[in-house]
């Protein structure tokens, strides 16, 4: 399998992505994960919005699984916190994340990701985490 | 359409009201979260235990972000049940602590409380746990903006 047969695996795996309707792509080491727009993610029909919970929820499966990628491990780790910020209401239209791992110590991974619809600059949210390494974890020198 | 949230469905006691509320807004009804009680600036609520909202399919752990969405729109429908005059919030930030998975197999209920109710922002806590909020799965903080209705014009 190539990493991006390998991440569509780990994805298909877990119920909740398929609940969610969630798509990855993978250029190089980086991940995007996608959205598509469908009518029971909606959280507020009279705007009509994306529900809050669904792009946090769609921030932290994306930091989990670049988190995944950039430790080499077969398991995902465990969501210490998140914090999620939200910009402006998700529009009913496909949305977009990418994470940013912004430090792996031995034991807590600290990640940024944010999310996006149709345009880049513009994120509709953002989010920092703290996430637990699982035991496999294979540190490369100067991750630490 | 209403602009009351709580104006959605029939219902005269205030629990109706936000069971109606939350069935109005889809991805609530997909998780099939109700609130069991509430009080002046508080909400109880459930989101029941099913299979395709796993997280980790190793140990049927129920996934982070369905406590994510199930916690704000808990939080949501606590800073509503502050106002005198309910009206639309907006998520402004929201932080979850996670202390501990939740059960496999067991639904998840959680307490919020709306800690502040102020003239454009709403600050509320909740705590998730499968039993008592003594042994949590889950702190939460949040703010919420406050959509303040326009007065109507005089005739």
Not at chain 2, 76 to 105: E, F, H, K, S, W
Request: charged share 20%; net charge positive.
């Amino acid at each position: 399998m190539n990493p991006q047969e390998r991440l569509a695996a780990a994805l298909a795996r877990i119920p909740y992505a398929q609940f969610l309707g969630v798509r990855a792509e993978l250029k190089g080491d980086e991940l995007t994960l996608i959205l598509p727009f469908a009518e029971h993610l909606i959280g507020n029909p009279l705007l009509p919005a994306l529900h809050g919970g669904v792009v946090g929820a769609l921030m932290e499966l994306t930091a989990l699984t670049q988190l995944a990628i950039a430790s080499k491990s077969e398991a995902f780790p465990k969501t210490i916190d998140i914090n999620v910020d939200y910009l402006r209401s998700g529009k009913p239209v496909d949305t977009f994340a990418r994470a940013r791992v912004v430090k792996i110590g031995r034991r807590i991974a600290n990640v940024q990701a944010e999310a996006w619809q149709a345009e880049r600059a513009n994120a509709i949210a953002a989010m920092h985490g703290h996430f637990m390494l699982p035991d496999d974890t294979v540190l490369t020198p100067g991750q630490n | 359409m209403p602009d009351s949230p709580i104006a959605y469905g029939a219902g005269d006691t205030a629990i109706e009201q936000v069971n109606a509320m939350f069935r109005f807004t889809p991805q609530a009804k997909a998780l099939g979260v109700t609130v069991t009680k509430t009080a002046k600036g508080r909400a109880w609520g459930r989101v029941p235990y099913r299979a395709e909202l796993v997280g980790d399919p190793d140990t049927g752990v129920i996934a982070g972000g369905v406590l994510t969405t199930f916690l704000d729109q808990l939080c949501g429908a606590a800073a509503i049940l502050a106002m005198n005059q309910p009206t639309v919030v907006a998520t402004i930030d929201l932080r979850i602590d996670y202390m501990r998975p939740a059960q496999p197999g067991r639904d998840v209920l959680a307490e919020a409380h709306c800690t502040k109710l102020g003239k454009n922002v709403a600050f509320v806590r909740a705590t998730a746990y499968e039993d008592t909020p003594d042994n949590p799965i889950a702190h939460v903080t949040s703010a919420f903006a406050i959509n303040a209705r326009k007065p109507k014009a005089k005739p």
